[in-house]
T-cell receptor, first 114, second 112 residues
Framework: DSGVTQTPKHLITATGQRVTLRCSPRSGDLSVYWYQQSLDQGLQFLIQYYNGEERAKGNILERFSAQQFPDLHSELNLSSLELGDSALYFC?????????????FGSGTQLSVL | SQQGEEDPQALSIQEGENATMNCSYKTSINNLQWYRQNSGRGLVHLILIRSNEREKHSGRLRVTLDTSKKSSSLLITASRAADTASYFCATVINQAGTALIFGKGTTLSVSS
């Protein structure tokens, strides 16, 4: 158990809908990362937060948004969903968010857009 | 975009054999990390090697780093069926600064 909690584990929805994925980092970790994993694109970095502030942005679509709350949990919002958004979404956390420390990954949210 | 590229994409070996996976990257790095992912599960950190280190060991794992060739290798000795997983290298792109960028991974199958 990594200590990173992601909910829900599975999500099935329809095109055009909006969903929210939730992540609770390990106790003491201030930084949260979101990744999208699909067969064709591999593991893509979406966005990183540190102590409530955005720190780095990757290949995150404009239809997607995220935030980190004062209690350090984070949410990834996906809107106007398309079939191609079906993927495994991972949250990871680290202490300082500096890129020279290991990440702890959650078990992921499997999103299926039908 | 990927910073690291693993090679081979897939590797099948017998239990007891050694498995070697390679990672090449494009820009200068401060450190490189290796992670393992069992099918459909979250990634698990294996080892971090800094740019001033050439080799690092952890149990049956041996990681090397050649910054002049911009490459790293992960060696798993005496493989076990439980080592069956995908292995990823990850680095920080200096421009991004803090976010780990992962390669597409090597899928290792160890048969008994």
């Amino acid at each position: 158990d990594s200590g990173v909690t992601q909910t829900p584990k599975h999500l099935i929805t329809a095109t055009g809908q909006r969903v929210t994925l939730r992540c609770s980092p390990r106790s003491g970790d201030l930084s949260v990362y979101w990744y999208q994993q699909s067969l064709d694109q591999g593991l893509q970095f979406l966005i990183q937060y540190y102590n409530g502030e955005e720190r780095a942005k990757g290949n995150i679509l404009e239809r997607f948004s995220a935030q980190q709350f004062p209690d350090l949990h984070s949410e990834l919002n996906l809107s106007s969903l398309e079939l191609g958004d079906s993927a495994l979404y991972f949250c990871a956390s680290s202490v300082r968010g500096t890129g020279d420390e290991k990440l702890f990954f959650g078990s992921g949210t499997q999103l299926s857009v039908l | 975009s990927q910073q690291g590229e693993e090679d081979p994409q897939a590797l099948s070996i017998q239990e007891g054999e050694n498995a070697t996976m390679n990672c090449s990257y494009k820009t200068s790095i401060n450190n490189l990390q290796w992670y393992r992912q069992n099918s459909g599960r979250g990634l698990v950190h294996l080892i971090l090697i800094r740019s001033n280190e050439r080799e690092k060991h952890s149990g049956r794992l041996r990681v090397t780093l050649d910054t002049s060739k911009k490459s790293s290798s992960l060696l798993i000795t005496a493989s076990r069926a439980a080592d069956t997983a995908s292995y990823f290298c990850a680095t920080v792109i200096n421009q991004a600064g803090t976010a780990l960028i992962f390669g597409k991974g090597t899928t290792l199958s160890v048969s008994s």
